[in-house]
Every structure is written in C-alpha cells, then in structure tokens.
C-alpha cells in the first residue's frame, strides 16, 4: 500500500497514518477499489462470453 498523500510504500496495515507526513490512511477506500475491480472483471468477462 501507498501513502495517498507523498507516495511512500506501507507495509504494516494496522497503521493508520503515514509516517512520513502524517496523513491519515483510509484502509477501507483501498479494498473497495479491490473489491470494483474484482466486480468489473467479472462484468467484463460475462460479456466477452455473450
């Protein structure tokens, strides 16, 4: 995982805030977007077999 805010990779996800700038991590947004990509895979591949 990344910082939003100054890029640095995470690696501990308890942590919520970066240690470089102190900005707040919002772990949910990052596995929401896992979870749309996962939604439009399958969205896709549904049409690529009709």
Do not use: H, Y
Not at 15 to 40: H, Q, S, W
């Amino acid at each position: 995982m990344n910082c939003p805010n100054c890029g640095v990779q995470i690696n501990d996800l308890s942590v919520k805030f970066c240690e470089t700038c102190g900005t707040e991590l919002i772990l949910n947004k990052v596995t929401n977007t896992a979870d749309d990509r996962n939604i439009l895979k399958t969205s896709s591949r549904r049409k690529r077999c009709c």
